[in-house]
């Protein structure tokens, strides 16, 4: 029982302690987003993105990032040729991953994998948010769920049930021990 007891008191603790680290991530990431402006805010350097284009996707099998896969990107001081890396596209206004295929001082010649990519970009530096450390394949739209507001109620509301069940069962076994105890009596 005492057992019992210690690993609901654990389980609350991580509980509260994801919690809390869930709302001071997504905290940052709206005040980025919606105060900054920075669409890819990045937290010590690492970043986050849903693949939505099969972009790099060249059906070879090897390092293949599809749609719906969750890439990982971390900030370096330069890249190299062959470093699959996320951009801003400034004319598009929109995020991309390709891999290096030139490098010229601090500007990226820029391409996709599939073979439709024909057409290159030639990206500065600052542009680049860093390079893909980490494919986490079709967790794309879970993970992107968890980062939203909406995301983060759901794992709220998933830690006060918890909590709420761990406190009834708690309860019950008091009740049940305390009720043995007085049977014996």
Known sequence: MKALKICAAVLRGVLVALCVALCAYNIYVLVQRYAFGNQMPTVFG???AEVVTGSMDDDSGDDDIEVGDFVITRAQDEYAVGDVV???HAQDDIYITHR???VNGTTYTIRG???AN???DIVPLENIVGKVVLVIG???GVLEFFRSPTGLLVVIAAGVLIWLISDIVSDLIDRRKEKDEESED
Do not use: L, Q, R
């Open 46 to 48: 690492f970043a986050g």
């Open 86 to 88: 996320t951009f801003y």
């Open 100 to 102: 290096v295929v030139a």
């Open 113 to 115: 994998d599939y073979p």
């Open 118 to 120: 024909s057409a290159s």
């Open 138 to 140: 079709g967790a794309g």
